[in-house]
């Protein structure tokens, strides 16, 4: 069955200090897989996506996102965070064939310090 | 000019009660999604419509009824409101239902069954 897993709950960081999120899937083939930030009692904002191509892919508000075939991983990055970051992050995937449906991990949750 | 909007955003009610949740799309977007996030955050598709037909029904009870008069609403109508419906629902839209197609998403309506 195809599922994302998010390991870390809860992630504090400084600011100013690099930052990554980490985000492993279970799929037979390669998803089509997707990044969104949830910023408290918002909806939920795409910062990228990755559905071929160069591996590395880059998103809004500074992130990135690399994917990894062979580790099926798909971690999210960015070099400096910005207190405005603090949010939580889900990581998700969507199969093919299945009504475009997306499936997501558990969820980041990242608390930055002044 | 809001993209995906929902109505109301917040919605406190008794149990036994029916209530619906509205939601609009303005993007001209052919595919339209509901997803509940429940309290620790988990976010689970619950169904989706193209062009008015509906394409997933993932599992959920009967009380839960969608409708789509036009391809820009989705409406959902929940009957016999229990305790365990308490959560954040989501609607999304995307231009189609497959590939990497962006979902994209409301502010969300909380609801409270008391």
């Known amino acids: 069955a195809q599922s994302v897993t998010q390991p870390d709950i809860h992630i504090t960081v400084s600011e100013g200090a690099s930052l990554e999120l980490r985000c492993n899937y279970s799929y037979g083939a390669t998803p089509y897989l997707f990044w969104y930030v949830q910023s408290p009692g918002q909806g939920l904002q795409l910062l990228l996506k990755y559905f071929s191509g160069d591996t590395l892919v880059q998103g809004i508000k500074g992130f990135e996102a690399e994917f990894k075939r062979s580790q099926s991983s798909f971690n999210l990055r960015k070099p400096s965070v910005h207190w405005s970051d603090a949010a939580e992050y889900f990581c998700?995937?969507?199969?093919?064939?299945?009504?475009?449906?997306?499936?997501f991990g558990q969820g980041t949750e990242l608390s930055v310090k002044p | 000019d809001t993209a995906v909007s929902q109505t109301p955003k917040y919605l406190v009610t008794q149990m036994g009660n029916d209530k619906s949740i509205k939601c609009e799309q303005n993007?001209?977007?052919?595919?339209m999604y509901w997803y509940k996030q429940d309290s620790k955050k988990f976010l689970k598709i619950m169904f989706s419509?193209?062009?008015?037909?509906?394409?997933i029904n993932e599992t959920v009870p009967n009380r839960f009824s969608p409708k789509s008069p036009d391809k820009a609403h989705l409406n959902l109508h929940i009957n016999s409101l229990e305790l365990g419906d308490s959560a954040v629902y989501f609607c999304?839209?995307?231009?189609?239902?497959?590939?990497?197609?962006?979902?994209?998403f409301g502010p969300g309506t909380r609801l409270t069954v008391l």
């Open positions: 999304a839209s995307s231009q189609g239902g497959q590939g990497g197609d962006t979902q994209y």
């Open positions: 993007l001209g977007h052919d595919t």
């Open positions: 419509y193209n062009n008015k037909e509906l394409i």
């Open positions: 998700a995937l969507r199969a093919y064939n299945q009504g475009g449906k997306l499936i």
